[in-house]
């Protein structure tokens, strides 16, 4: 069901805090069927695919989470640290005063943080997942009463459509963690351009947070660490499609595979069979032979200049990017038009 409940949403200090639920707009739409028809025919392909959707149930959040925080890992704490030393400028580029929209605001934390910098009269949190979401809009509304703090939920992979809910204003779009990067090229490229199609003029924009190309032992590194998060992460996808659909997969019967596609600029992993596996998917045996491998998941890389022309391309103008001192990861804002 879409729209926000009944009651009006008014945001005073002297009314009481809507409940959780009334801030949030349901926007998901579920159709179980179809996304077992997708998951089924990507196990069933050679090469067979997972999609990398499978590994966000509440193990494999806890683990990217914890992934978040290996030594390996550096895309998120680099991120940190170029927000941390750049605030200042980074708003002053933003401007204040208007909506700011966290896309995959998870538990909105990363949020929190921007909004004594960019006092914005709405939050608008947008996730897949409630179970982070609401708790968050829950201590931001707390932390900010003056703030319309918002949520809606929704799969941006297919398509974003937030016009109802910016209140006709600018608005300033938030993507860090370089999540663009699990989009293919022509599909990050899409997915600006809907964003620029958000934006009310010069005073809206986009802060996005991506990783660099680098060395490809760094990169493999960060996908594949030493205290092996990230192999229990993939292998934990066997687990979720296991319950999904019935199967029997024994996700220890798969090795973590993680490289740098130099060619196609991005990290890949897989799961590949240490021996022999017959499986059964729907009712058809679906083999794996040893060293097969299941696709689940890309993660492109771009060079600065690559980034700032696929902004422009999207529609976005005078693009400034920030970086750390090794050049590992780029932090961009773009005005919409
Ligand atoms: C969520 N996303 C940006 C992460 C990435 O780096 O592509 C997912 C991830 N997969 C393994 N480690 C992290």
Redesign the pocket.
């Known amino acids: 069901m879409e729209g926000f409940t009944q009651r009006l949403y008014v945001s005073s200090d002297a009314a009481p805090a809507p409940a959780v639920e009334q801030r949030i707009r349901d926007r998901l739409v579920r159709d179980p069927a179809a996304e077992r028809r997708a998951l089924v025919a990507g196990l069933l392909s050679t090469p067979a695919s997972i999609a990398p959707k499978y590994f966000y149930d509440a193990r494999g959040s806890a683990l990217?989470a914890a992934?978040c925080r290996l030594p390996e890992?550096y895309?998120t704490r680099t991120e940190a640290a170029i927000f941390e030393r750049y605030r200042d400028d980074i708003a002053g580029a933003a401007g204040i005063g208007k909506v700011f929209v966290d896309l995959g605001a998870g538990d909105c934390a990363k949020a929190a943080r921007w909004l004594p910098f960019l006092k914005p009269w709405r939050y608008l949190g947008v996730d897949i997942a409630p179970e982070a979401l609401a708790p968050g809009l829950a201590r931001l509304a707390s932390a900010h009463p003056r703030i319309d703090v918002r949520g809606v939920l929704t799969d941006f992979s297919n398509g974003l459509d937030l016009f109802r809910d910016l209140g006709g204003g600018a608005a300033t779009f938030f993507y860090p963690?370089?999540?663009i990067?699990?989009f293919n090229p022509v599909e990050a490229l899409r997915f600006l351009q809907t964003l620029r199609r958000h934006c009310r003029g010069a005073a809206s924009g986009l802060l996005i947070g991506v990783?660099t190309k680098k060395d490809a032992t760094r990169l493999a590194d960060a996908?594949d660490d030493a205290a092996g998060v990230?192999g229990e992460?993939n292998r934990n996808a066997l687990a979720h499609v296991n319950r999904i659909l019935g199967t029997d997969f024994d996700p220890d019967a798969f090795a973590h595979v993680a490289f740098y596609n130099e060619r196609d600029s991005r990290v890949e992993?897989h799961l590949e069979a240490r021996t022999r596996q017959a499986i059964v998917v729907d009712g058809i045996t679906r083999t794996f032979a040893a060293g097969e491998r299941i696709h689940t998941?890309n993660?492109y890389k771009y060079a600065p200049d690559e980034f700032a022309a696929m902004l422009e391309r999207a529609g976005f103008r005078n693009v400034r990017c920030w970086r750390d001192a090794a050049g590992d990861f780029g932090v961009y804002y773009g005005e919409g038009a």
């Open positions: 990217f992934i890992y895309p963690g370089s999540s990067g699990n990783d996908y990230t992460f992993m998941e993660s």
